[in-house]
C-alpha cells in the first residue's frame, strides 16, 4: 500500500499593474515573508466607479521549464462585465479573501471608489485545480469599455510539486 503526499506548492513570483493608472492605482509588491514564505503587501485604490459596462477578460499562459517562455494555455475564463466577474469572484473565492477590509461587497453595482490594504496575504494554492501542471503561470487581467482597454494587470506564480514534508 501506497500514501501520495504530493501536494502543489504555490508561490507569488510578480504581480504588476501594466495599464490603467488613472482607474486603478496599484502599490502591490511581492516580497518574501519569511525564509519560506511569499507574500503581497500593499494597496489597491479604486479611483473611479465602474458599473456593468467594464468588461473583465483573462488569458493563462504557462511555462512548463519556468524559463519565462510561455505558452497560451487553453483555458479560458468566460469574458464578463465586472459586477458578474465580482459576484462569481465571491461565489468561488470568499474564503481567501474574506480577512480584507473595505472590499465591495457581494452584489454591489456600480462598484464604489475604495482603498484595499493587503497585508502579507499568501497565494491561495487550494484556490488552484489539483490537475494544473507544475511551472509557471502567468495571467493577464484586461478591463475594457466598449472594446477599448482601460487597464491591465498581470500575475505570475510559480507552481511546484512538494512532498509535504
Known amino acids: 500500500m501506497y500514501i501520495t503526499l504530493q501536494l502543489m506548492q504555490i508561490d507569488f513570483e510578480r504581480l504588476e499593474q501594466l ?5 486603478y492605482n496599484s502599490s502591490l509588491r511581492v516580497c518574501k515573508y519569511n ?18 459596462s467594464v468588461m473583465v477578460t483573462s488569458d493563462l499562459f504557462h511555462s512548463s521549464r519556468g524559463n519565462q517562455q510561455f505558452n497560451h494555455y487553453p483555458v479560458k475564463f468566460p469574458t464578463q462585465n465586472i459586477c458578474e466577474f465580482l459576484d462569481n469572484f465571491y461565489t468561488d473565492y470568499s ?22 490594504d ?21 495571467a493577464q487581467i484586461k478591463l475594457t469599455m466598449n472594446d477599448v482597454e482601460i487597464a491591465r494587470f498581470e500575475l505570475i506564480i ?4 512538494d512532498l509535504g514534508i
Open 19 to 23: 495599464a490603467g493608472y488613472d482607474i
Open 35 to 52: 525564509r519560506t514564505a511569499v507574500a503581497v503587501n500593499g494597496t489597491i485604490e479604486l479611483m473611479v466607479p465602474l458599473n456593468e
Open 95 to 116: 474564503e481567501y479573501v474574506d480577512d480584507l477590509d473595505n472590499l465591495p461587497a457581494k452584489g454591489e453595482c456600480p462598484i464604489k471608489p475604495c482603498k484595499i
Open 118 to 138: 493587503i497585508l502579507n496575504k499568501p497565494f491561495p494554492a487550494k484556490a488552484v485545480p489539483p490537475f494544473f501542471p507544475p511551472g509557471l503561470w502567468k
Open 158 to 161: 510559480k507552481a511546484r510539486e
